[in-house]
């Protein structure tokens, strides 16, 4: 699925490159995920969001432009983030105990933009391939991990292109449940909200 993904984007530039402008660059930025306080419970284990920490990512971007209004822009972004969960587990030992859960993975956002001077708008589909994650929830004689491989979203936001700076802020949502990886006695349980973040990103083309 990865080869799949890259090479989809690498297709994308190679078919335009005769017939549009193209641009590259860098990319790194800050996020906050959305999440709301809410309790999931399994097998005697109560585990509720708490605090889901600011994240950060950075990577590369192309830029294939078709007049001076519309461009198409593939990205390949690595992201960290990490969320605090209050744990209730009596036979582990656990009351009211703080745990960390973090996460990394390469985001493939699709962006489709409009550009009028300065200021642009856009948005498109985003795929989530899952690298790696760390969580003390381990220490939960019950508690298992069990990531899907790929996952989609999208982003939507507003930029602004100052000689060749970029700054964009955009909105990020998902389309699966925040915590559907959890397994706890056995069982799968995931959160009733889908992961949702703002992201504030600065990037420079070259």
Do not use: C
């Not at 996952?151 to 998902?174: P, S, T």
Request: hydrophobic share 40%.
């Amino acid at each position: 699925m990865k080869k799949i993904a890259i090479s989809f984007f690498a297709l994308v530039l190679l078919a335009l490159q005769a017939d549009a402008q193209i641009r590259f660059g860098l990319r790194a930025g800050l996020s906050s995920s959305n999440l709301d306080r809410e309790t999931i419970s399994n097998s005697g284990v109560s585990v509720a969001i708490k605090d889901a920490k600011y994240g950060y990512h950075f990577g590369i971007f192309g830029r294939v432009s078709f007049n001076q209004h519309w461009y198409l822009q593939p990205e390949a972004m690595f992201n960290s983030n990490s969320v605090d969960f209050e744990v209730d587990d009596f036979s582990s030992g656990f009351a009211n105990t703080v745990l960390t859960e973090k996460y990394q993975q390469l985001d493939l956002p699709l962006m489709l933009g409009y550009k009028l001077g300065p200021l642009r708008v856009e948005g498109g589909p985003t795929g989530h391939l899952h690298i790696a994650s760390k969580s003390e929830l381990e220490q939960i004689g019950s508690y298992d991990r069990r990531f899907s491989n790929f996952n989609l979203g999208y982003q939507a936001g507003v930029g602004l292109d100052i000689w060749k700076l970029l700054v964009d802020l955009r909105y990020e949502g998902n389309f699966n449940k925040f915590g559907d990886h959890m397994n706890i006695g056995g069982e799968q349980v995931n959160f009733s909200q889908t992961p949702a973040r703002w992201l504030l990103t600065v990037g420079f083309s070259f």
